[in-house]
């Protein structure tokens, strides 16, 4: 966990400048920012709007994936839509009915839009803004009806007040006899206001983002500026691979000089880079004066020859500090046969895993290996049949 907390500090302190989170807290919005290319897409930044409206504190929302808001009445196909709009990387906007802390139900319009590198056109987060649907009625009773399916029976039960507690159950026997109310639930809908203020909140936080970029000069967009330069990688691809808790990169072969274009929180760890020092070279920054040249000659045949290959290279940290790498190297074909990356698995010589105990370093690479494949074959049928 503390790892992954350095690398949420990164995901803002290597993109912006270090005001930018108390610029954020100073708007009014409902909103969290993620990053894909953590393990897990976690929160990597909550407002005090958000904060306030769910009852979280911010240390038990920070690293946090968003499902934790979910819940029992949480519907299903709205998730899949949001975890669809992440892989395709683009902007949603749902009605979704989420739980605070305390356990109480609310509806909320979801707007969430990706921010991408001005530079190679990845995306670098995910914006989310929650607003609160508000429901009317025509009639008094009604109005009180709806507060109560919408506003929350568990927050009711839990009153010192006899009569709200009969109200109470009274909404839950009809709730389990009435189909009425589940249906009410499932089509509740935002109006124009309040999609209004969602896309206001967006363009306010993105113009923020995009002012605090600049001054770093690694800037961030709300639209891809070139399609030749986007990452190989979609964010549900890397959300796929931050499942995977060995040590390795992904390499590009169609790109010039065959960059990096993933690289793992285990990388990381072992070398000393963050990330946006990694993504886009070339594995060579990892050599140094005593590394083996055979070595490295074995390594490019068999990328030549699309051939896997076992190899023991001494590399080189950032602190400049050796160790001895057995390194795996594979191709990774997509769903159709062809070459989509090369995967370089990483295990320090002499280090043991407390999470693998019992496994020799080839068969924790070849699992890691035949993770990834198994990742980048089922997006690649899954976009294949999308289009189709």
Request: glycine residues 6%; hydrophobic residues 35%; charged residues 25%.
């Amino acid at each position: 966990m503390e790892s992954q907390l350095g690398l949420i500090d990164q995901s803002f302190n290597a993109r912006y400048t270090s005001c930018v989170r108390e610029a954020l807290d100073g708007l009014p919005d409902n909103f969290t920012i993620t990053d894909p290319s953590i393990s897990g897409n976690p929160i990597v930044f909550a407002s005090k709007g958000f904060l306030k409206m769910t009852g979280y504190l911010k240390d038990e929302v920070i690293g946090r994936n968003g499902r934790i808001f979910q819940g029992p009445k949480t519907n299903r196909r709205s998730i899949m839509e949001i975890r669809e709009a992440i892989r395709e990387e683009r902007t949603i906007q749902i009605s979704l009915l989420n739980y605070r802390k305390d356990g109480t139900p609310f509806w909320m319009l979801f707007h969430m839009s990706p921010i991408f590198s001005k530079e190679d056109g990845r995306v670098i987060h995910f914006i989310s803004v929650q607003v609160p649907i508000l429901r009317k009625s025509r009639s008094e009773d009604g109005n009180r009806w709806q507060e109560i399916v919408c506003g929350s029976c568990r927050r009711e039960v839990s009153s010192d007040s006899v009569i709200q507690l009969a109200r109470c159950r009274a909404l839950d026997s009809l709730m389990d006899s009435d189909n009425r109310v589940m249906e009410v639930e499932e089509t509740c809908e935002a109006n124009d206001l309040e999609k209004w203020k969602a896309v206001t909140a967006i363009n306010n936080i993105l113009s923020m983002l995009t002012h605090y970029s600049e001054l770093t000069g690694r800037l961030v967009c709300g639209k891809r500026i070139n399609s030749s330069v986007i990452s190989s990688l979609t964010s549900s691809l890397n959300i796929s691979l931050g499942r995977i808790k060995q040590s390795f990169v992904l390499i590009d072969p169609h790109l010039h000089d065959m960059p990096i274009v993933y690289a793992s929180d285990a990388f990381l760890t072992l070398t000393g880079y963050n990330r946006h020092e990694v993504l886009g070279h070339n594995c060579r920054f990892l050599n140094g004066p005593d590394t083996d040249p055979k070595a490295l000659c074995q390594i490019k045949d068999s990328i030549r020859s699309d051939q896997a290959c076992s190899v023991r290279i001494l590399n080189y940290r950032k602190n400049r500090s050796s160790f001895w790498n057995l390194l795996h190297l594979s191709p990774v074909r997509n769903a159709s046969g062809k070459i989509a990356f090369y995967v370089s698995v990483q295990i320090e010589e002499g280090v043991k895993n407390g999470g693998s105990q019992g496994l020799s370093p080839e068969m924790k690479q070849l699992g890691t290996v035949g993770a990834i494949k198994v990742a980048v074959r089922s997006l690649s049928i899954g976009a294949g049949s999308s289009r189709s």
